[in-house]
């Protein structure tokens, strides 16, 4: 069982906006601003998507923005296109466990 | 550019032993505290090993403290992970990945560890 909670899928159809939540505790994700999200694509290694909450790295589209409110943490991909389809999993920085994931949410693009 | 390559991962029965290992370009690596980061055949990521710039802090997941040790050689631009006495749950495609502030700001291709009689 992971440590912060995922819905396991969620669907868009193109151009369309959705949102993934990722529930912690005040231990992980309502105590640290360390949240990030990463994309992996079957088969693929994971990519960094969104650190430090809602901050971008380079080359990721501006699509893509996040947030957190209290112990919850949300992705949210905005004008959704065929290739954000991919699972997307959550971590958080935790008290006495360095970091921790979500169990990873499926993204299908309808 | 940043590439990690990992190596090592091999078809081995429960109870044995295996080195993986992480080779590192394109950046300063004795800057950068490194992680490796496991995920179980359609399952997802789980963070089982961390190691500081230094070597100096190491951090291990209960799923494998005791049985598994991190290590580095700054020298060699290298990370490894010498890992024992493994069972069937320790089959996974393990990555090494760098750490920037407890985020993986890039991972490896990854390498297949089965374990399995």
């Known amino acids: 069982q992971s440590a912060l909670t995922q819905p396991p899928s969620a669907s868009g159809s193109p151009g369309q906006s959705v949102t993934i939540s990722c529930t912690g505790t005040s231990s992980d994700v309502g105590g640290y601003e360390y949240v990030s999200w990463y994309q992996q694509h079957p088969g693929k290694a994971p990519k960094l998507m969104i650190y430090?909450?809602?901050k971008r790295p380079s080359g990721v589209p501006g699509r893509f923005s996040g947030s957190k409110f209290g112990n919850t943490a949300s992705l949210t991909v905005s004008g959704l296109q065929a290739e954000d389809e991919a699972d997307y999993y959550c971590s958080s920085a935790a008290v006495n466990k360095k970091v921790v994931f979500g169990g990873g949410t499926k993204l299908t693009v309808l | 550019q940043v590439k990690l390559v990992e190596s090592g991962g091999d078809l081995v029965k429960p109870g044995g032993s295996l080195r993986l290992s992480c080779a590192a370009s394109g950046f300063n690596f004795g800057d950068y505290h490194m992680n490796w980061i496991r995920q179980a055949p359609g399952k997802g990521l789980e963070y089982i090993s961390s190691?500081?710039?230094?070597?100096?802090?190491?951090y291990y997941a209960d799923s494998v403290k005791g049985r598994f040790a991190i290590s580095r050689d700054n020298a060699k631009n290298s990370l490894y992970l010498h890992m024992n006495s493994l069972s069937v749950e320790d089959t996974a495609v393990y990555y090494c990945?760098?750490?920037?502030?407890?985020?993986?700001?890039?991972w490896g291709q990854g390498t297949l560890v089965t374990v399995s009689s």
């Open positions: 190691i500081a710039f230094s070597a100096t802090d190491t």
């Open positions: 990945t760098r750490e920037n502030y407890y985020r993986s700001d890039y």
């Open positions: 430090e909450v809602n």
